[in-house]
């Protein structure tokens, strides 16, 4: 059969209230201990087996006194173990090996016999395949959690059951921290894409447009430009891109500025006044030709008479 390890947390061992304590350190199996200083206080567990063995810590030597606990088996006398308290402190110490059982169904109490006095518990060691809890108040037996690691009881007497253990902690604490880091860098992406969102929807842009490397004869930039946006380019809003059309320029006709001759404010139209009609300048030309035609005929009479 099989030694299967049962830590001192397991949900199998029913301890009395109140009067445990838990602890731990990196000596002891899983790192942890319960302990009591309380006499009376007792641990019971029901197992399916042939074989039960109880280990535990020796605390340093304080007031002198030896912790001394005692183990029922199957409501038969108890088993006195008398531990021998050192100057430093005694890990995984064999406190109870049962005789071999038949198997099948037990029960095994473990009761701290002296008060004042550091018990520690650190585990159980059964030689069985299951194992089922005992519930303090009903006697109800039911098969309890099986996640015990098996060892043989060489691998435990040399330690190696402890050091397996701490590299399955130290695996879980490295994955934890993994995954916390990668929670504080998503949220640190999250935060930058908050407080500056056109440079988060940039590169979001950048790394789906789908652009590799191209041979150098621009098809990169032809690339680039066709996925990029209005917002990429400019800082105005998205919208459709306008198309511009150059229309032929139109000119209206400018009138010429109204030209008054000078002569005609006087009364004498003039050609170069837009404002005098032919028939003004005509008149005016006419007349003139007739004083110049009387003028000189009286110039040649004077002449004559002369």
Not at 111 to 123: C, H, R, W
């Amino acid at each position: 059969m099989l030694n299967l390890v049962l830590d001192d947390r397991h949900p199998a061992i029913q301890y009395s209230p109140v009067q445990w304590g838990e602890a731990g350190s990196q000596y002891e199996y899983n790192l942890t201990n319960t302990w009591t200083s309380s006499l009376g206080a007792t641990a019971k567990i029901r197992f399916s087996g042939t074989g039960i063995a109880v280990y535990g810590t020796i605390g340093p030597k304080y007031s002198g006194q030896d912790p001394l606990s005692l183990y029922t088996l199957d409501n038969n006398s108890p088993t006195t173990y008398h531990g021998k308290a050192e100057a430093n402190s005694q890990y995984r110490k064999l406190f109870f090996q049962s005789p071999v059982l038949r198997s099948g169904i037990h029960e095994l109490t473990v009761t701290n016999g002296a008060e004042g006095v550091v018990f520690f518990l650190d585990y159980f060691l059964v030689n069985s395949d299951t194992i089922a809890s005992l519930s303090s108040f009903h006697h109800q037996s039911k098969t309890a959690d099986l996640a015990s690691h098996t060892v043989t009881q060489d691998t435990l007497s040399t330690g190696v059951t402890g050091n397996v253990h701490g590299t399955i902690k130290g695996i879980r604490r490295t994955a934890l921290v993994g995954g916390l880091t990668g929670l504080f860098m998503l949220a640190l992406v999250i935060l930058g894409c908050l407080l500056n969102p056109p440079r988060c929807r940039r590169l979001v842009e950048k790394n789906h447009t789908g652009c590799g490397t191209g041979s150098g004869n621009g098809q990169e930039v032809d690339c680039a430009l066709s996925q990029a946006t209005p917002l990429s380019l400019t800082s105005k809003p998205k919208h459709p891109r306008r198309v511009a059309f150059r229309l032929t320029p139109t000119y209206l006709p400018v009138n010429p500025p109204v030209y008054v001759s000078p002569i005609s404010r006087v009364g004498i139209p003039d050609i170069r006044d837009s404002t005098a009609s032919l028939h003004q300048i005509f008149e005016h030309r006419l007349n003139g030709i007739q004083a110049d035609i009387s003028l000189a005929y009286v110039r040649n009479n004077r002449n004559r008479d002369g």
